[in-house]
């Protein structure tokens, strides 16, 4: 008998946490949905300060705190859910910022390498 109450009791409290966790993983996923969209905008920007401002740039992406989400995505939600949601928002949009910056700064640095090889070749 006790042994089946501590199965059953063992039991629930999976089903209960694996619950919170699932909706925690569907929160943050919305969020980095929203975060994407929000810095698909301002991808250029981050692009641009990675080639003219080289590792400046890049330094730049992990100093300036990327945008926070919009009031209109927070709207309905309790307090717990809006900490988590703009949690993962944030950390998305820093994410995709630093990249974009890196692959800038790639880019540049790619393409200086090229012209500087094409002028060695010339001489």
Same mark, same amino acid.
């Given at each position: 008998?006790?042994?089946?109450?501590?199965?059953?009791?063992?039991?629930?409290?999976?089903?209960?946490?694996?619950?919170?966790? !699932?909706?925690?993983?569907?929160?943050?996923?919305? %969020?980095? $949905? %929203?975060?994407?969209?929000?810095?698909? =905008?301002?991808?250029?920007?981050? &692009?641009? %300060?990675?080639?003219?401002?080289?590792?400046?740039?890049? %330094?730049? #992406? !992990?100093?300036? =705190?990327?945008?926070?989400?919009?009031?209109? *995505?927070?709207?309905?939600?309790?307090?717990?859910?809006? *900490? =988590? !949601?703009?949690?993962?928002?944030?950390? *998305?949009?820093?994410? $995709?910022?630093?990249?974009?910056?890196?692959?800038?700064?790639?880019? =540049?640095?790619? &393409?200086?390498?090229?012209?500087?090889?094409?002028?060695? $070749? #010339?001489?």
């Amino acid at each position: 008998m006790l042994n089946s109450s501590r199965l059953i009791i063992s039991t629930l409290l999976m089903i209960i946490v694996g619950s919170q966790l !699932y909706g925690q993983n569907i929160i943050c996923d919305e %969020a980095k $949905i %929203a975060a994407k969209q929000e810095m698909s =905008e301002k991808s250029w920007l981050w &692009l641009g %300060a990675g080639m003219t401002l080289s590792v400046v740039g890049v %330094a730049a #992406s !992990y100093i300036v =705190e990327p945008p926070k989400p919009s009031p209109m *995505q927070l709207l309905g939600k309790d307090a717990n859910t809006i *900490q =988590e !949601y703009s949690s993962c928002f944030q950390k *998305q949009a820093k994410h $995709i910022q630093v990249k974009n910056a890196w692959i800038g700064c790639t880019t =540049e640095f790619i &393409l200086i390498n090229l012209f500087t090889l094409m002028i060695v $070749i #010339s001489l």
